[in-house]
């Protein structure tokens, strides 16, 4: 991991939450990397919040953490990690479980991939109608993932997100929009 690279990114892109999602490595490392990133988002005044991992999140006393549909509760995690700690939820394309995690106490909802990601190539397709039905009936934030970039993200936001994710438009990115 660049950790100079990441500031830059924060810095520059004006970064509000930052989510670390590396499931393929270590144990030691995934605690060192957190570690250093939790520093430099408490440095920038960025959320730093744990995708899966509410052990990880609360060892590291991260702003709070991420869920997919195979991971813990949200009452789960509300209890390990405590009242003030910020809960997402990925939603797919299902805005009934968007409506789910609402009622459970979920601080934001996802949903995506509302573009072809080359990050997760066969993640299921969310259209950007769902984005505006679920604007509709849910009263946490929206965030819109899965290949947006600094082309497509008005797209997202038009349709009623009120945040987006990206990932490699970040990394990729040279100019200082």
């Known amino acids: 991991m660049d950790i100079d690279a990441v500031e830059k990114i924060l810095v520059q892109h004006n970064i509000s939450i930052l989510q670390y999602r590396y499931k393929t490595t270590n144990t030691i490392t995934r605690l060192n990397e957190t570690r250093q ?27 709070g953490v991420h869920l997919g549909k195979t991971d813990a509760s949200i009452n789960q995690a509300r209890a390990i990690l405590g009242g003030n700690a910020v809960i997402g939820v990925s939603c797919y394309n299902d805005i009934n479980l968007a409506q789910q995690a609402q009622s459970q106490g979920a601080d934001y909802v996802a949903f995506g991939a509302l573009f072809p990601s080359t990050t997760k190539p066969n993640a299921p397709q969310c259209g950007l109608d769902i984005i505006t039905q679920a604007a509709q009936g849910l009263h946490i934030p929206i965030v819109g993932i899965g290949g947006i970039d600094f082309d497509n993200q008005q797209q997202a936001f038009d349709a009623g997100c009120d945040s987006v994710a990206m990932i490699s438009a970040l990394f990729q990115s040279t100019d200082s929009r």
């Open 37 to 63: 990133l939790h520093r430099l988002c408490a440095k920038h005044h960025t959320l730093f919040i744990i995708n899966d991992d509410i052990n990880l999140a609360k060892k590291i006393k991260a702003g």
